[in-house]
């Protein structure tokens, strides 16, 4: 089962520092984009930062200079260090990634391309 399981986040204080990582198993034959995306009560899920499989990273304006998103293609892993954290940088946080797996059904292997998301991990800022 191809799946995508979080760690970290959890509580921290208003200029410090906290690590998501997000490692992808199963049947995967490779890994397009990664990302983290977070979604605040009341409000609509937002991109955080993605990188691309070269290592190329993206980041929305609330987060640069603050955020660092890095990937290890190795172990198909991507991990947001959030440094200067803020009240506002409260929220669930979902990993995201772009997979295209695999299924062997009779000696046949079928592929496909898809987006998967992790189940979430709250993090939460106090001030």
């Known amino acids: 089962q191809v799946q995508l399981v979080e760690s970290g986040g959890g509580l921290g204080q208003a200029g410090g520092s906290l690590r998501l990582s997000c490692a992808a198993s199963?049947?995967?034959?490779?890994?397009?984009?990664m990302g983290w995306y977070r979604q605040a009560p009341g409000k609509q899920r937002d991109l955080v930062a993605t990188?691309?499989?070269?290592?190329?990273?993206h980041y929305t304006d609330a987060v640069k200079g603050r955020f660092t998103i890095s990937r290890d293609n190795a172990k198909n892993t991507v991990i947001l260090q959030m440094n200067s954290l803020k009240p506002e940088d409260t929220a669930v946080y979902y990993c995201?990634?772009?997979?295209?797996?695999?299924?062997?059904?009779?000696?046949?292997?079928?592929?496909?391309?898809?987006?998967?998301w992790g189940q979430g991990t709250q993090v939460t800022v106090s001030s």
């Open positions: 995201n990634a772009d997979l295209t797996t695999y299924r062997d059904m009779d000696d046949v292997f079928h592929f496909n391309r898809s987006q998967y």
């Open positions: 199963g049947s995967i034959l490779s890994i397009g984009d």
């Open positions: 990188i691309t499989s070269d290592g190329t990273p």
